[in-house]
């Protein structure tokens, strides 16, 4: 009896059926089985071909083209090119790829059209898309095979990461963020997809003062701070626009000096935004973190970045390399309250490998110089400088003294401003550059004199006791 195999006559079905009787679905299942034939009936690799399509997935054109290109043969040969497709796809073989192999629904927010929304969330079957600083339920859904599916070819890009895991953090081409909860951590059939990325389009203060994240009239007072190589920490909550104005302030820094950037994840492209400075770019956590400090230690950089510190052997590394007299330390730091930060940075670091708390806070304060807090309004599309403080250790009394040199009104949504620099701050702007220094100085006296910070507002100054 001669053999029958079910997908071949099911092709044979739909081909005797007219172009306009063909729904989307049948169509992606035929493109689908006729895939599956051809590699079958050709002996192809099969382990190849699931490499083209994670490539495919990752975003390589040669990888997308071939699935394209292929589909588009396909539709021609059953003479389906007039099959209706979901609004959300810009043409037919890009739709019939991504149900199939690419990233389903979620890749509209990939689109020119979402462009400028930050984040896509998947709920379960849901999807989500950040437009004009909410999250909006799309039409489209996605099924849990699907899910499945999509999490495998992430997962590809990065092999180190075990499939069995509920957690995973992981990147695409252009930096996009993808985090994923799954198995016990979430109920069942709830898994969670989250995609992030930084949509700045160019990483300038004007552009921050477009976007109304900081003040314009700010612009020159902030180039004479990078300028005179001060060490700051960016602090707030997550999605308030810490990393965006670090990399903003890395963009100012001087191309000839020689730096040192650590991530525990790939945020920041500094070879691309400052592609003839020699920075060395590293990523590390963990106890690889921890085996590459001494290496840190001995390096003749001139500055370091650590971008996102998050965990206590990230942040002693930065306080051990501030010890050894480097300036111009950027950091970013997950923080509520800028007031807290050199007790929360201890803090971490005590969690992780011990310590004394008030001895650590103090090298903390002794670190940096300036920190900048900022804050995520209502309309979540936007941020804002919420506040910048003067940070410092007084030798002489043992205290911590944090003060703000200007301040965010969120009601009249502007800044007011105060001229004040600690005798630390003077001696070391003018041992950088004194005609910068005089100039960053009368450049902070003219914001104070226009907006002059409000008496009550000077109350956020703190003195921490840190004698043991």
């Known amino acids: ?37 051809e590699w079958e009936e050709e002996n192809k690799d099969i382990e190849r071909m699931i490499a083209i399509q994670k490539n495919a997935i990752i975003g390589f054109n040669k990888e997308v083209n071939f699935f394209k290109n292929k589909i588009r043969q396909l539709v021609k040969k059953h003479n389906a090119e007039k099959t ?35 984040s896509c969330k998947v709920i379960g079957e849901r999807i989500y898309f950040q437009e004009g600083g909410k999250m909006v339920l799309k039409p489209q859904t996605i099924s849990q095979e699907r899910r499945e599916q999509l999490i495998r070819a992430f997962l590809l890009m990065t092999p180190e990461e075990r499939l069995d895991k509920d957690f995973h953090e992981l990147y695409t081409l252009d930096g996009t963020r993808i985090t994923v909860f799954r198995g016990e951590s979430v109920k069942a059939g ?18 921050q003062a477009k976007r109304g994240t900081i003040p314009w009239n700010c612009i020159p007072f902030l180039k004479e701070m990078v300028r005179l190589g001060y060490s700051i920490a960016a602090t707030g909550a997550m999605k308030s626009g810490k990393t965006s104005f670090l990399a903003t302030l890395q963009s100012y820094e ?8 650590l991530e525990t994840d790939p945020e920041i492209s500094l070879h691309k935004l400052m592609p003839e400075a020699p920075i060395v770019q590293i990523l590390a956590k963990g106890d690889k973190l ?42 970013t730091f997950h923080e509520r309250n ?32 300036y920190i900048f807090h900022f804050i995520q ?5 936007k941020k804002r400088l919420k506040g910048i403080y003067e940070i410092h ?76």
């Open 1 to 37: 009896m001669e053999k029958f195999y079910l997908d071949h006559f099911i092709i044979q079905e739909v081909q005797k059926k007219p172009a306009s009787l063909f729904s989307f679905n049948n169509l992606c299942n035929i493109i689908n089985l006729e895939f599956q034939r």
């Open 84 to 118: 209706q497709y979901p609004s959300w796809y810009e043409n037919l073989e890009e739709a019939i790829y991504h149900e199939n192999w690419g990233l389903a629904g979620i890749a509209e927010w990939f689109s020119k059209a979402y462009a400028q929304s930050s």
């Open 190 to 207: 709830q898994d969670v997809l989250v995609f992030r990325r930084y949509i700045i389009p160019s990483y300038t203060f004007e552009e």
């Open 254 to 261: 001087d191309e000839s000096l020689e730096g040192v950037m």
């Open 290 to 331: 921890r085996s590459i400090t001494q290496h840190l230690l001995r390096s003749d950089a001139d500055y370091l970045i650590m971008a996102e510190a998050r965990d206590g052997i990230a942040l002693d590394t930065v306080l051990r390399i501030a010890s050894k007299g480097t300036r111009r330390l950027k950091i």
């Open 338 to 369: 800028p007031i807290n930060f050199p007790y929360d940075v201890a803090a971490e670091i005590m969690l992780s490998l011990g310590g004394d708390m008030k001895l650590i806070a103090r090298r903390a304060a002794d670190s940096f110089d």
């Open 377 to 381: 309004l209502k309309d979540k599309g």
């Open 393 to 468: 250790f007084d030798r002489v009394t043992e205290k911590i003294n944090i003060q703000p040199i200007c301040i965010y009104n969120c009601e009249q949504d502007n800044w007011q401003w105060r001229h004040i620099i600690s005798k630390d701050k003077v001696t070391a702007g003018m041992e950088e550059n004194q005609d910068s220094f005089r100039l960053y100085s009368g450049l902070l006296k003219i914001l104070a004199e226009k907006s002059p910070m409000k008496a009550e507002e000077t109350d956020d100054e703190t003195d921490y006791e840190c004698s043991s």
